[in-house]
């Protein structure tokens, strides 16, 4: 499974997020949407130009916003 994970390291939901995604195991690509420009506009093309994180994107070009422990879970 193929992971991409766009957040920023002050917010309380991507961490909840990366941790959920560590303790299952599931290897994933994490990127700072205020340390790289080109994923910020990634983010902003997905949701229509709102930067809500985590931003959560499978391979297949899925996605789930800000999801919550069940939602991902539910996901993976």
């Given at each position: 499974?193929?992971?991409?994970?766009?957040?920023?390291?002050?917010?309380?939901?991507v961490k909840r997020s990366r941790a959920l995604l560590d303790r299952?195991?599931?290897e994933y690509a994490y990127v700072d949407?205020?340390?790289d420009?080109?994923?910020?506009r990634r983010v902003r093309e997905l949701q229509d130009g709102?930067?809500?994180i985590p931003a959560?994107?499978?391979a297949d070009g899925s996605f789930l916003v800000e999801p919550s422990d069940e939602e991902?879970?539910?996901r993976l």
């Open positions: 499974m193929k992971l991409t994970v766009y957040g920023a390291s002050w917010c309380p939901d299952e195991g599931v949407v205020e340390a420009a080109e994923a910020e709102a930067r809500r959560i994107v499978w991902l879970s539910a």
